[in-house]
């Protein structure tokens, strides 16, 4: 199964597959703007929560 076809990601997965940093993430966990899972001692993001986190995400600007 790739990752895309995955319904949930570690931190370490989702990290690689944005673009951002693991710290970033737990930042934003912490912050309560991404939502996790829990599974015994595994965090995990599920995909659509990911999806709606990037979609949250501020515009960048244009003009480069």
Do not use: C
């Not at 990290?15 to 993430?25: P, T, W, Y």
């Amino acid at each position: 199964m790739s990752d895309t076809e995955k319904l949930a990601f570690q931190i370490v997965e989702a990290a690689k597959i944005v673009g951002v940093s693991r710290s970033k993430l737990y930042d934003e966990i912490q912050q309560g703007r991404l939502k996790t899972r829990k599974v015994g001692q595994r965090t995990l993001i599920l995909k659509r929560d990911l999806q709606a986190w990037l979609n949250d995400l501020p515009s960048g600007r244009g003009g480069w």
